[in-house]
């Protein structure tokens, strides 16, 4: 009977280990990822930066200079135009709802099973970019019949609808490895054996962690992380993965690496 007491103690053990490896990297991912207003709140403030910036300009821009009802004599003095007020764009309250819309997009693009497009509606941009340039143009620059152009292919990230799923319950992952613990600690006869062995499982879970924080662009498959516009993005999301996963990973061994020294210690006094 102490037999399958033990057995039973280390069985919940053992789910605490991996619920415990799985909380803190799924609590993450919900509240950055999964979580549509942690998503914006990452991607958002990128519409600061030179190089995401150019993204949305430059198609406005091609697709103003590309119509082919604009005359020839009139392209030459538009681009150079157009290109001034794209860049000018940037710092607009326009620009900012428009990068704020694209990322709202590519969120929903991400959780849509298969390759999904990121079409972008730039009618904003475009006549933001026309009002100025029209003033030093002797005719007015007709608006485009298609203002919708398609920024990227969301590669299909299999994984995600269904993590989406249960990452609501991630932060309770945690409680979760403890009850299990106690309960293990109930159950089972030797229970300072069963304390280290609780602490072990603390400190695989840990470098567990610490390993995935430190491993991440590996774990991310090359089709999203080298994917046209999603890439450089997703490189952002991995860049504030490490540094918490690692601080995280670190802090939990430590907890688990207390725990099994307390357990050793009162084998050792229980022995004398």
């Known amino acids: 009977m102490s037999t399958v007491r033990d057995l039973l103690a280390l069985a919940l053990l053992l789910g605490a ?30 519409a600061e930066d030179p190089a995401f910036q150019s993204t949305l300009s430059d198609s406005a821009v091609e697709v103003v200079v590309g119509d082919e009802r604009v005359p020839g004599w009139a392209q030459e003095r538009l681009t150079p135009l157009a290109e001034e007020q794209a860049a000018r764009l940037t710092g607009t309250e326009v620009y900012a709802t428009m990068w704020e819309e694209t990322m709202g997009e590519l969120h929903d693009a991400l959780f849509t099973p298969g390759d999904s497009p990121l079409d972008v509606d730039l009618a904003p941009a475009i006549d933001r970019i026309l009002a100025p340039v029209e003033e030093n143009l002797p005719v007015e620059i007709p608006r485009p019949e298609s203002t ?8 299909d990230v299999a994984l995600l609808p269904g993590v989406s799923a249960l990452t609501p319950w991630a932060s309770l992952a945690g409680a979760a490895a403890g009850v299990l613990v106690l309960l293990a600690l109930l159950v089972g006869r030797h229970r300072r054996t069963l304390l280290a062995l609780a602490g072990l499982g603390g400190v695989l879970a840990g470098a567990g962690v610490w390993w995935l924080g430190t491993n991440i662009a590996r774990v991310v498959p090359d089709s999203v992380d080298r ?26 061994l430590g907890a ?8 050793l210690v009162l084998m050792g006094l229980h022995r004398r």
């Open 17 to 46: 280990l991996v619920l415990g490896a799985l909380w803190l990297p799924a609590t993450w991912l919900h509240d950055h990822v999964v979580e549509k207003d942690g998503f914006l709140a990452v991607t958002v403030p990128l």
């Open 227 to 252: 994917a046209l516009f999603l890439g450089p993005i997703v490189e952002e999301f991995e860049a504030l993965f490490r540094p918490a996963m690692v601080s995280q990973g670190v802090i939990l």
């Open 256 to 263: 688990g690496a207390l725990v099994a020294a307390l357990g």
């Open 148 to 155: 919708t152009v398609t920024l990227a292919t969301i590669p």
